[in-house]
């Protein structure tokens, strides 16, 4: 008998800790709910790399260094290019957090890099303030190009 209670015990502690562990990653949670009336306008990193994105789905960017588009291949320090772009959901994300801004370059300044080329930004809310990011590298390093809304 004595096992059994100290079994539920456990069990109960167990649960409690997963229920505290999973609401703590909600309220935590800093991602906005991307929608384009946030992405339409121009967006800026502390380089001066550029991006606007108008209301019929193109883009322009302007100065974005060239760790954007992987490995420099080239001796520029930055890039300019234009495309299309749209909002991407997964389909497993009903709360539309994990949305990414889907970029398709049509055309880059650099011949080095090919066009069509795909990529994505990422999303989080500073200080109240919604920017958009990208990793330079490994994602683990945490090392990225912020944009902030102008």
Known sequence: MKAVVIGIVCALVLALGLVIYVLSRVFEDTRPNLTSDIVLGTWRDAGGGEFTFDADGTFRAGGIPVLFFGPPRTTAPT??????????????????????V?????????????????????????????ILYWYVGDADLNRRMVLEKV
């Open 102 to 130: 889907s970029l398709a370059f049509n055309s880059l300044d650099q011949s080095e890099y090919g066009v069509p080329y795909g990529s994505r930004l990422l999303s989080q809310t500073v200080d109240g303030s919604v």
């Open 79 to 100: 890039m300019s290019g234009a495309g299309a772009w749209k909002l991407k959901a997964p389909l497993e994300d009903p709360a539309g957090r994990l949305t990414t």
